[in-house]
């Protein structure tokens, strides 16, 4: 019980101390926290249209932090998040496009299943490197970030373009868009992907702890020798967590190209939903729950951020500096408490 009021309370403390801190930033910065604050609040739980957009920026950042959880739970880190979401977005946009005549039923999830196969693909690379060659899996994900970028923008151009440097828009037969959830949100771009979003939380879940798939892949992520020696095969277990991380971020890509845009566009940076996923997953522990409330408050601060800026004249680039200063906060409780968990295990740091 008392560890459970431990992992519950570092989240908590380290939002209030990172929106403390931002708070005395603006306040020796020249503005109004308390101004600021009211607005980015106030906007977020009862403004409609914020809402809406709050929870259509929560689907993407609660599928990218799923990826990162689940590698992180048996044992890789997944840096390639940004990547495999480009690539499950490109996919499941041409899916969209190019297949003809399905009715919606099943050209939507058609589609969703092609971004979770090219994020899928796109994380069996390290994955095969770090089981055959050890090779890092921090380093090649990273890399195949960038690779990802530029294949994207090049298949695009070469094949997809459309005016406006972006490709055609997606058929309305693949489309997770919802006049209904438009129309009582005033006009957001919330759409159907939470669905998707929530479930797949219930599969992470679900896999991990219900199924013998799951307990595999987290003993090998604790000990792979003892794993090994247990007679689980230890490569195929990285690989395939790299693969099913990578369908999430596929996913996650998807829900940007059926839901939020319809279409991709030629980019000319990284999206850094990959990378804020990163944050979520931490600042969710890594729990499928976490993960849902850690990407609410993300949502809600980024929208909120243009009515602070609206009503107060704070620049949005001071909530990304409270963000870090959350995950420094969350960074900073871990580290106390694996040097609490030393102490009583030897006496001694």
């Known amino acids: 019980m008392q560890k459970l009021l431990f992992k519950l309370s570092v989240p908590v403390i380290a939002?209030?101390?990172?929106?403390?801190?931002?708070?005395?930033?603006m306040l020796t910065s020249g503005y109004e926290p308390i101004k600021a604050y009211t607005a980015l609040f106030s906007v977020i739980f009862t403004d409609s249209y914020f809402i809406g957009e709050t929870v259509r920026q929560m689907t993407p950042l609660i599928l990218s932090g799923l990826a990162v959880a689940f590698a992180f739970r048996t044992g890789l880190f997944n840096i390639g998040v940004e990547g495999q979401l480009l690539v499950g977005?490109?996919?499941?946009?041409?899916?969209?496009?190019a297949v003809e005549g399905l009715p919606a039923f099943i050209h939507i999830p058609l589609a969703i299943l092609a971004g979770a196969l090219a994020g899928a693909l796109w994380g069996l690379v390290p994955g095969y490197l770090k089981a055959k060659f050890m090779v890092h899996e921090v380093i090649t994900t990273i890399m195949m970030n960038y690779v990802a970028l530029h294949v994207t923008n090049s298949i695009i151009r070469s094949y997809l373009l459309a005016p406006g440097e972006r490709t055609e828009e997606i058929q309305s037969s693949a489309s997770l868009s919802s006049m209904f959830l438009q129309e009582i949100t005033d006009f957001s771009r919330l759409h159907y992907g939470i669905v998707v979003a929530i479930l797949g939380a219930i599969?992470?879940?679900?896999?991990?702890?219900?199924?013998?798939?799951?307990?595999e892949l987290r003993a090998v992520g604790f000990n792979q020798h003892a794993s090994n020696y247990a007679g689980i095969n230890v490569s195929k277990n990285i690989i395939l967590s790299m693969c099913i991380s990578g369908a999430f971020a596929g996913v996650a890509g998807a829900m940007e190209g059926l839901g939020t845009y319809q279409y991709m566009t030629i980019n000319a940076a990284f999206t850094g939903v990959g990378f804020d996923g990163i944050a979520v997953a931490l600042l969710g522990a890594n729990s499928a729950i976490g993960?849902?409330?850690?990407?609410?408050?993300?949502?809600g601060l980024k929208i909120?951020?243009?009515?602070?800026q609206a009503v107060a004249q704070v620049p949005p680039e001071l909530i990304t500096?409270?963000?870090a200063l959350i995950i420094f906060f969350v960074a900073s409780s871990y580290l106390v408490h694996w040097l609490r968990n030393r102490i009583n295990r030897r006496g001694k740091i």
């Open 15 to 25: 939002v209030a101390l990172g929106l403390l801190v931002g708070g005395i930033i």
């Open 89 to 97: 977005w490109l996919a499941s946009v041409y899916v969209g496009i």
């Open 203 to 215: 599969v992470m879940w679900y896999l991990l702890w219900k199924t013998t798939t799951g307990y």
């Open 291 to 299: 993960i849902i409330l850690a990407a609410g408050l993300f949502g």
């Open 304 to 308: 909120g951020a243009l009515n602070m």
């Open 321 to 323: 500096i409270v963000i």
